[in-house]
Protein backbone atom coordinates (compact mmCIF):
# COMPACT_ATOMS: atom_id res chain seq x y z
CA UNK A 1 0.00 0.00 0.00
CA UNK A 2 1.38 3.24 -1.11
CA UNK A 3 2.21 5.96 1.81
CA UNK A 4 1.20 9.29 1.97
CA UNK A 5 2.39 11.25 -0.38
CA UNK A 6 3.13 15.09 -0.61
CA UNK A 7 3.98 17.45 -3.54
CA UNK A 8 6.25 19.31 -4.27
CA UNK A 9 8.66 18.37 -1.56
CA UNK A 10 10.56 21.69 -2.04
CA UNK A 11 9.64 25.02 -2.53
CA UNK A 12 11.17 28.31 -2.69
CA UNK A 13 8.72 31.65 -2.32
CA UNK A 14 9.09 35.99 -1.42
CA UNK A 15 6.86 37.55 1.03
CA UNK A 16 3.69 38.28 0.01
CA UNK A 17 3.23 35.65 -2.13
CA UNK A 18 1.02 32.49 -1.91
CA UNK A 19 1.51 28.88 -1.76
CA UNK A 20 -0.49 25.78 -2.51
CA UNK A 21 0.78 22.66 -1.35
CA UNK A 22 -0.77 19.34 -1.73
CA UNK A 23 -1.48 16.11 0.10
CA UNK A 24 -2.21 12.16 -1.16
CA UNK A 25 -3.18 10.45 1.66
CA UNK A 26 -3.19 6.25 1.87
CA UNK A 27 -5.54 4.91 0.11
CA UNK A 28 -9.00 4.33 1.86
CA UNK A 29 -7.82 7.00 4.88
CA UNK A 30 -10.54 9.66 4.97
CA UNK A 31 -8.72 12.06 7.89
CA UNK A 32 -6.00 14.53 6.64
CA UNK A 33 -4.04 16.50 9.41
CA UNK A 34 -2.04 19.03 8.26
CA UNK A 35 0.94 20.29 11.13
CA UNK A 36 3.97 23.17 10.64
CA UNK A 37 7.09 21.82 11.95
CA UNK A 38 10.05 24.91 13.17
CA UNK A 39 12.85 24.03 14.82
CA UNK A 40 11.55 26.41 17.62
CA UNK A 41 8.35 25.67 17.86
CA UNK A 42 8.55 22.19 16.72
CA UNK A 43 5.06 19.99 15.58
CA UNK A 44 2.32 22.36 15.77
CA UNK A 45 -1.79 21.45 14.52
CA UNK A 46 -2.46 23.39 11.73
CA UNK A 47 -5.84 21.46 10.66
CA UNK A 48 -8.05 18.76 10.30
CA UNK A 49 -10.23 17.31 7.06
CA UNK A 50 -12.31 14.27 6.94
CA UNK A 51 -15.08 13.67 4.25
CA UNK A 52 -14.49 17.28 2.80
CA UNK A 53 -15.24 18.97 6.56
CA UNK A 54 -12.89 20.62 8.78
CA UNK A 55 -13.23 18.99 11.33
CA UNK A 56 -10.66 20.74 14.17
CA UNK A 57 -8.34 23.86 13.71
CA UNK A 58 -5.27 24.74 15.54
CA UNK A 59 -4.11 28.05 16.31
CA UNK A 60 -2.84 30.17 13.52
CA UNK A 61 -4.23 32.95 11.46
CA UNK A 62 -6.49 32.81 8.88
CA UNK A 63 -3.76 33.36 5.70
CA UNK A 64 -3.44 29.30 6.63
CA UNK A 65 -6.48 27.62 4.63
CA UNK A 66 -6.87 24.04 3.47
CA UNK A 67 -9.54 22.17 1.77
CA UNK A 68 -10.57 18.26 0.93
CA UNK A 69 -11.35 16.87 -2.15
CA UNK A 70 -13.63 14.19 -2.55
CA UNK A 71 -10.97 11.48 -3.10
CA UNK A 72 -9.71 12.36 0.54
CA UNK A 73 -6.77 14.32 -1.31
CA UNK A 74 -6.04 17.62 0.52
CA UNK A 75 -4.37 20.72 -0.22
CA UNK A 76 -3.11 23.84 2.35
CA UNK A 77 -2.98 27.71 0.89
CA UNK A 78 -0.73 30.13 2.45
CA UNK A 79 -1.59 33.93 1.21
CA UNK A 80 0.33 37.03 1.77
CA UNK A 81 3.69 34.70 2.80
CA UNK A 82 5.60 35.75 5.79
CA UNK A 83 9.52 34.95 6.34
CA UNK A 84 8.29 32.76 9.38
CA UNK A 85 6.18 30.54 7.44
CA UNK A 86 9.56 28.82 6.06
CA UNK A 87 8.81 25.61 7.72
CA UNK A 88 8.75 21.75 6.93
CA UNK A 89 5.07 21.24 6.07
CA UNK A 90 3.95 17.53 7.33
CA UNK A 91 0.36 16.20 6.50
CA UNK A 92 -0.46 13.10 8.23
CA UNK A 93 -3.07 10.38 7.34
CA UNK A 94 -5.62 8.24 9.33
CA UNK A 95 -8.66 5.87 9.22
CA UNK A 96 -11.11 8.27 10.80
CA UNK A 97 -8.53 10.22 12.55
CA UNK A 98 -7.97 8.33 15.00
CA UNK A 99 -5.04 6.93 17.05
CA UNK A 100 -2.72 6.07 14.62
CA UNK A 101 -1.67 8.81 12.03
CA UNK A 102 0.73 8.58 8.61
CA UNK A 103 2.93 10.82 8.04
CA UNK A 104 4.00 12.13 4.65
CA UNK A 105 7.61 13.36 3.84
CA UNK A 106 6.84 16.76 3.83
CA UNK A 107 7.11 19.74 2.10
CA UNK A 108 10.12 22.46 3.02
CA UNK A 109 9.04 26.01 2.11
CA UNK A 110 11.43 28.65 2.30
CA UNK A 111 10.10 32.38 2.27
CA UNK A 112 12.35 35.14 1.46
CA UNK B 1 -3.17 24.28 26.90
CA UNK B 2 -2.42 20.68 26.93
CA UNK B 3 1.56 20.35 26.84
CA UNK B 4 3.99 17.52 26.50
CA UNK B 5 7.07 17.78 27.74
CA UNK B 6 9.95 15.68 26.57
CA UNK B 7 12.87 14.82 28.54
CA UNK B 8 15.82 15.01 27.76
CA UNK B 9 15.84 17.12 24.91
CA UNK B 10 19.20 15.74 23.46
CA UNK B 11 20.91 13.01 24.04
CA UNK B 12 24.57 11.70 22.96
CA UNK B 13 25.56 8.21 24.07
CA UNK B 14 27.73 5.72 22.82
CA UNK B 15 27.15 2.39 20.84
CA UNK B 16 25.64 -0.18 23.07
CA UNK B 17 24.60 2.36 25.81
CA UNK B 18 21.26 2.27 27.26
CA UNK B 19 18.59 5.20 27.15
CA UNK B 20 15.25 6.44 28.42
CA UNK B 21 13.27 8.56 26.85
CA UNK B 22 10.64 10.55 29.03
CA UNK B 23 7.05 12.35 27.81
CA UNK B 24 5.22 13.66 30.67
CA UNK B 25 2.19 15.93 30.76
CA UNK B 26 -0.74 17.16 33.20
CA UNK B 27 -3.45 15.83 30.89
CA UNK B 28 -5.27 12.76 30.38
CA UNK B 29 -4.59 11.45 26.87
CA UNK B 30 -6.78 8.66 25.53
CA UNK B 31 -3.51 7.23 23.92
CA UNK B 32 -0.23 8.29 22.90
CA UNK B 33 2.37 7.10 20.05
CA UNK B 34 5.73 7.45 19.47
CA UNK B 35 7.19 8.84 15.93
CA UNK B 36 11.33 8.53 15.00
CA UNK B 37 12.02 11.41 12.94
CA UNK B 38 15.25 11.76 10.45
CA UNK B 39 16.30 14.92 8.78
CA UNK B 40 14.54 16.19 5.82
CA UNK B 41 11.58 13.38 6.29
CA UNK B 42 8.34 13.19 7.99
CA UNK B 43 7.79 10.72 11.71
CA UNK B 44 7.45 7.30 11.12
CA UNK B 45 5.37 6.14 13.82
CA UNK B 46 6.79 3.29 16.03
CA UNK B 47 4.22 2.22 18.35
CA UNK B 48 0.63 3.49 19.65
CA UNK B 49 0.14 2.64 23.89
CA UNK B 50 -3.68 2.77 24.62
CA UNK B 51 -4.33 1.17 27.87
CA UNK B 52 -2.61 2.54 31.08
CA UNK B 53 0.35 0.56 32.57
CA UNK B 54 0.26 -0.72 28.78
CA UNK B 55 4.29 -2.37 27.98
CA UNK B 56 5.16 -2.83 24.25
CA UNK B 57 8.41 -3.75 22.53
CA UNK B 58 10.11 -3.25 19.36
CA UNK B 59 12.66 -5.44 19.19
CA UNK B 60 15.65 -3.09 21.70
CA UNK B 61 12.79 -0.94 22.51
CA UNK B 62 10.52 -0.65 24.91
CA UNK B 63 7.32 1.85 25.77
CA UNK B 64 5.80 2.24 28.50
CA UNK B 65 2.51 4.42 29.27
CA UNK B 66 1.51 5.51 32.50
CA UNK B 67 -0.94 4.41 34.92
CA UNK B 68 -3.18 7.22 34.77
CA UNK B 69 -2.04 8.22 31.12
CA UNK B 70 -0.41 11.68 31.69
CA UNK B 71 3.69 10.14 30.73
CA UNK B 72 4.88 7.91 28.76
CA UNK B 73 8.55 6.51 28.61
CA UNK B 74 10.67 5.26 25.67
CA UNK B 75 13.75 3.02 26.47
CA UNK B 76 16.70 1.59 24.06
CA UNK B 77 18.32 -0.98 25.31
CA UNK B 78 22.41 -1.36 23.54
CA UNK B 79 21.57 1.26 21.10
CA UNK B 80 23.39 1.35 17.75
CA UNK B 81 24.04 4.67 14.95
CA UNK B 82 20.76 2.95 13.58
CA UNK B 83 19.01 4.81 15.90
CA UNK B 84 19.83 8.43 16.13
CA UNK B 85 17.45 10.70 15.10
CA UNK B 86 14.61 12.94 16.77
CA UNK B 87 12.09 11.00 19.09
CA UNK B 88 8.47 12.44 19.44
CA UNK B 89 5.79 11.26 21.86
CA UNK B 90 2.48 13.08 20.49
CA UNK B 91 -1.01 12.32 22.73
CA UNK B 92 -4.78 12.52 21.83
CA UNK B 93 -6.28 14.37 24.17
CA UNK B 94 -9.21 12.91 25.91
CA UNK B 95 -12.05 15.53 24.34
CA UNK B 96 -11.55 13.31 21.01
CA UNK B 97 -10.45 16.70 19.42
CA UNK B 98 -8.75 14.63 16.49
CA UNK B 99 -5.69 16.75 17.50
CA UNK B 100 -2.50 15.28 18.31
CA UNK B 101 -0.47 17.43 20.71
CA UNK B 102 3.44 16.70 19.73
CA UNK B 103 6.42 16.85 22.04
CA UNK B 104 9.21 19.25 21.50
CA UNK B 105 10.84 16.25 20.96
CA UNK B 106 14.46 14.41 21.61
CA UNK B 107 17.08 14.32 19.46
CA UNK B 108 19.32 11.01 19.77
CA UNK B 109 22.86 10.78 18.69
CA UNK B 110 24.76 7.21 18.94
CA UNK B 111 28.14 7.60 18.34
CA UNK B 112 30.02 4.23 16.86
Known amino acids: KAGVTQTPRYLIKTRGQQVTLSCSPI?????VSWYQQTPGQGLQFLFEYFSETQRNKGNFPGRFSGRQFSNSRSEMNVSTLELGDSALYLCASSLNGDVEQFFGPGTRLTVL | TQLLEQSPQFLSIQEGENLTVYCNSS?????LQWYRQEPGEGPVLLVTVVTGGEVKKLKRLTFQFGDARKDSSLHITAAQPGDTGLYLCAGLPMDSSYKLIFGSGTRLLVRP
Open chain 1, 27 to 31: SGHRS
Open chain 2, 27 to 31: SVFSS
